[in-house]
């Protein structure tokens, strides 16, 4: 066996045994991304809810009025509530696929099935 030839199986051994860790890192750091993204809408969204129950206090002329726009304010949070959920249960349902992918992939490697 020549000094090539050790060099070359050595590389693709790397190559081999590097692509499994690459491969979980990229779809960690895609999920993490989503978590983060979700996470600054979210803060968004209550922000805004928050913004809204002022600006209600502040402009309602009476408490019947502001009673009213507050139940407005809140049913609107919920809504959008609901969807976030959905969102998050979505996301999470996303990542749980992209895990399941990369253990198929990491053990058809593993056992030398992959192309």
């Known amino acids: 066996m020549t000094a090539t030839r050790k060099t070359t199986d050595y590389t693709d051994f790397a190559k081999r045994a590097v692509t499994p860790a690459t491969r979980f890192n990229e779809v960690m750091v895609g999920n993490i991304e989503r978590v983060a993204r979700f996470q600054y809408e979210l803060a968004g969204d ?46 999470a349902t996303e990542s749980q696929a992209g895990f399941a992918r990369w253990v198929e992939d990491a053990t058809s490697l593993a056992s030398g099935k992959a192309a």
């Open 46 to 91: 209550l922000m805004q809810f928050a913004l809204d129950q002022m600006n209600a206090t502040v402009k309602a002329k009476d408490l019947p009025t502001l009673l009213s726009k507050q139940r407005e304010i809140a049913t609107k949070f919920a809504e959008k509530a609901t969807t976030r959920q959905q969102a998050l249960a979505e996301m």
